[in-house]
């Protein structure tokens, strides 16, 4: 099926996977083998993207860079392997070219052996050269706490980041988590500013929330995030949608999610938006098929 655009009386925030088309299945056969948590943005008539490999047992195995000219069809152009990054998993990268015009990758990191997560970030010239060997941490989290899956936009001269982070100190409970906000004026060192969005107990997201999009409107912040209920629901995270009056403070809308399956058995995650420059947006996200396996889909809005 091909994307289409929208009629009026379809809402332009939530996610409408049937009307989506696959860019990526899954790598393997196994159960537990994934393609998603994508990140994109547009350069020039092409569209960059980079998402998150997953293999079962080898968890997040690499995350792959990749370019399109119709924002469906990619050609890989770089894969960075977990090894390359010292990390036991991979996870959501994010993808961000610098006022300048560089190139930078922002990798979710687990720390080996443990429950805990960093960001690392590598720069390059191009979104085909980036170089494990020269990686910085950015956000290195710390003993009491996971951080991983940035999501950064620059906005009237600042660096804004939302994070997902993960309390540690109970090792049966690391997947709880909420989204915490960070600046920075040039988005390498970066100031905490704690939580901007927490679990809501008794509804849909109380056992975890993870901003994944991000749009700056002139009279608020909109925001799409990951929630689920319950530990069970972990990978399976449904779409909501927060808006607040400044970045650091989102606040969930309603009572059920706008993406994903009612019953907390099809997950819809990972959400990126990407404006086009003629009105148009591309979704890209992570959509969970009747056999369990995870496909990367994008919609054309």
Same mark, same amino acid.
């Given at each position: ?80 392997? &977990? ?32 429950? !805990? @997560? /960093? ?12 170089? +494990?060997? &020269? ?12 951080? &991983? ?43 905490? !500013?704690? !939580? ?7 509804? @849909? *997201? ?21 929630? /689920? ?27 059920? +999610?706008?993406?994903?399956?009612? *019953?907390?058995?099809?997950?819809? /995650? ?9 009105? /148009?947006?591309? @979704? ?5 098929? +009747? ?11």
């Amino acid at each position: 099926m091909v994307a289409e655009e929208y009629p009026p009386q379809l809402s332009v925030l939530e996610p409408y996977p049937e009307r989506s088309v696959i860019v990526a299945g899954p790598p393997g056969p196994e159960p537990g083998s994934w393609t998603g948590a994508p990140s994109a943005l547009v350069d020039g008539d092409e569209i960059i993207l980079t998402y998150r490999l997953r293999g079962g047992p080898r968890r997040g195995y690499a995350v792959v860079v990749a370019r399109s000219a119709d924002g469906v069809h990619f050609q890989t152009m770089q894969v960075i392997a &977990k090894e390359d990054m010292a990390a036991d998993s991979l996870e959501r990268p994010a993808l961000m070219r610098t006022p300048a015009g560089g190139w930078r990758l922002y990798l979710s990191c687990a720390t080996p052996g443990t429950k !805990h @997560w /960093r960001v690392e970030l590598l720069e390059a010239p191009a979104p085909d050269a980036f170089d +494990p060997v &020269k990686r910085v941490v950015v956000l290195p989290g710390d003993a009491g706490s996971a951080v &991983k899956d940035p999501v950064i936009r620059i906005h009237e001269g600042t660096w804004h980041l939302w994070a997902s982070v993960h309390p540690l100190a109970d090792p049966g409970h690391t997947d709880r988590m909420s989204t915490d906000y960070f600046s920075s004026l040039d988005g390498v060192d970066w100031i905490s !500013h704690g !939580h901007a969005l927490t679990p809501r107990p008794d509804e @849909w *997201d109380a056992r975890g929330v993870r901003v994944t999009a991000v749009r700056f409107e002139p009279d608020r912040v909109v925001a799409l995030y990951d929630g /689920r209920a319950t530990a069970a629901e972990n990978f399976e995270e449904r779409t909501g949608l927060a808006t607040g009056i400044g970045p650091a403070a989102l606040a969930a809308n309603g009572s059920v +999610p706008v993406g994903g399956g009612s *019953d907390g058995t099809r997950g819809l /995650r990972y959400v990126d938006i990407v404006a086009l420059g003629d009105g /148009r947006e591309r @979704w890209y996200y992570e959509y969970t098929r +009747p056999d369990g396996q995870h496909e990367l889909r994008t919609e054309l809005r």
